[in-house]
């Protein structure tokens, strides 16, 4: 019954290909989010939708293309990887955007060989 | 955009001790802020926040302070445990508006606690 479920948990694969990853809430939320935390912990938001709508698209290539089927889904996908693109990337999700608890999947770890 | 700052990067404690992480922030238009713990390998879960029209909140051994004036939060912990060891973030964001609830994080502060 976990609340934010992201697969897979671990991702290694080669420079070029393509990839994605899928997140999935069971918490009513209708506002959701793709984070990156690079090798230095940092964590920084990447993309959100509200009801199915792209709501905020931070300065990240346009390589990554998230898609949101319903509202408690929010796929990421990412063409043509590349060695930075390795870091670890969390899903969240919360009710609204009003400065509402964001709730964290457990991330997929990502390696580009 | 927002800019998060946090200090210290590392914290060293013993059982028992009090631990405190200091944040600052540079849009006063923040009035939502969450604090985080991650523990090794796991997800960052919350574990307490604060919005601006408070000026402290308590719960349990865990405290946080917003001084909106200074533009700073920080948070405290007291009677800190070894299960209190993690990496602890700070973040800020705007209700509504354009920047839609956006999180902006601080850097993260490694704390860990000897027995």
């Known amino acids: 019954d976990t609340a934010v479920s992201q697969t897979p948990k671990y991702l290694v694969t080669q420079m070029g290909n393509d990839k994605s990853i899928k997140c999935e809430q069971n918490l009513g939320h209708d506002t959701m989010y793709w984070y990156k935390q690079d090798s230095k912990k940092f964590l920084k938001i990447m993309f959100s939708?509200?009801?199915?709508?792209?709501?905020i698209n931070e300065t990240v290539p346009n390589r990554f293309s998230p898609k949101s089927p319903d509202k408690a889904h929010l796929n990421l996908h990412i063409n043509s990887l590349e060695l930075g693109d390795s870091a670890v990337y969390f899903c969240a999700s919360s009710l609204g955007n009003s400065n509402q608890p964001q709730h964290f999947g457990d991330g997929t770890r990502l390696s580009i060989l | 955009g927002e800019n998060v700052e946090q200090h210290p990067s590392t914290l060293s404690v013993q059982e028992g001790d009090s631990a405190v992480i200091k944040c600052t922030y540079s849009d006063s238009a923040s009035n939502y802020f969450p604090w985080y713990k991650q523990e090794l390998g796991k997800r960052p879960q919350l574990i307490i926040d604060i919005r601006s029209n408070v000026g402290e909140k308590k719960d349990q051994r865990i405290a946080v302070t917003l001084n909106k004036t200074a533009k700073h939060f920080s948070l405290h912990i007291t009677e800190t445990q070894p299960e209190d060891s993690a990496v602890y973030f700070c973040?800020?964001?705007?209700?509504?508006?354009?920047?839609?609830?956006?999180?902006?994080f601080g850097q993260g502060t490694i704390l860990t606690v000897h027995p």
């Open positions: 939708y509200n009801n199915k709508e792209l709501i």
């Open positions: 973040a800020a964001s705007i209700a509504g508006g354009t920047s839609y609830g956006k999180l902006t």
